[in-house]
């Protein structure tokens, strides 16, 4: 199933189904506000998630137009991330820099949220915690200084993918003009390696190996990837860089 965040102006934003073409939404706030909320009690609310989407894509529950610019980030704060910030802006609002700045590195990345990781969880273990995988990006500016970063509009679980994910993701991440990166972070180990000494609380997020791009102002950076018959999979962190000015 495909989960997203809508803006509302709340901090977590609503909680809805995106159907697979990622044309369509139906609300899923009354099985849970936010997807943080979802995720809290993941093993009870999936199935009924699931149920939802399924229900999407027969036409049998209302639905809407599902535009990727009313999307936030799926989790629009985490309360941990395993590299990167841990706020997120939306996937189609602009990179600012600040001050003079012109330039800045942005990361890019697929990575995982998880739902609870018990200390010492085996690889096996670990995997069966994926609960979702999305895109993200990092800006970093000058300095090393991190600056606003991004997740994909849509959330997805890991079936989604195919035969392109067995822990890793094996499908090429569009970023920028570039579709050159074979995504083949083992997310089974890293999250077991995190969670050696200590436990992983539902919600984390752990990011992958990173495609650096350049950006400067008045670049867009787009950020992607599709499945092997050429369609969009979490929708596109499609980001305008340019000036932060001061409210």
């Known amino acids: 199933m495909k989960l997203a965040t809508l803006k509302n102006g ?6 809805v189904i995106v159907s697979r073409d990622l044309t369509r939404y139906t609300d899923a706030s009354f099985l849970a506000l936010s997807l943080q909320a979802a995720l809290d009690d993941w093993r ?5 998630l699931a149920a939802l989407a399924e229900s999407l894509e027969l ?3 209302p639905s809407s137009r599902f535009h990727e610019h009313d999307a936030h980030s799926p989790l629009p704060r985490a309360y941990q991330r395993l590299g990167g910030g841990d706020a997120f802006a939306g996937p189609r609002d602009p990179i600012e820099l600040p001050g003079k700045i012109r330039d800045a590195k942005v990361d890019a990345a697929v990575a995982v949220i998880v739902a609870d990781v018990a200390m010492a969880a085996t690889e096996e273990a670990a ?7 999305v895109l993200s990006t990092d800006t970093i500016l000058d300095g090393g200084q991190t600056g606003t970063s991004a997740l994909s509009p849509v959330a997805v679980t890991p079936d989604e993918l195919g035969d392109g994910w067995d822990g890793a993701v094996h499908l090429p991440l569009i970023a920028g003009a570039r579709d050159v990166t074979s995504v083949w972070t083992s997310f089974p180990k890293v999250v077991a390696e995190a ?3 200590r436990a992983i609380g539902t919600g984390a ?3 992958g190996a990173v495609e650096t791009l350049s950006v400067s102002l008045g670049d867009t950076l787009r950020v ?3 499945d092997k018959a050429g369609h969009s999979i ?6 305008q860089v340019g000036r932060f000015e001061p409210a």
């Open 59 to 61: 036409g049998s529950v």
């Open 127 to 133: 995997k069966e915690a994926v609960a979702l995988i």
């Open 195 to 197: 969670a050696a000494s």
């Open 234 to 239: 979490f929708g596109a962190i499609e980001r």
């Open 205 to 207: 997020i752990v990011r």
């Open 10 to 15: 709340s901090r977590d934003g609503k909680l």
């Open 224 to 226: 992607e990837m599709k």
């Open 44 to 48: 009870r609310i999936s199935p009924h």
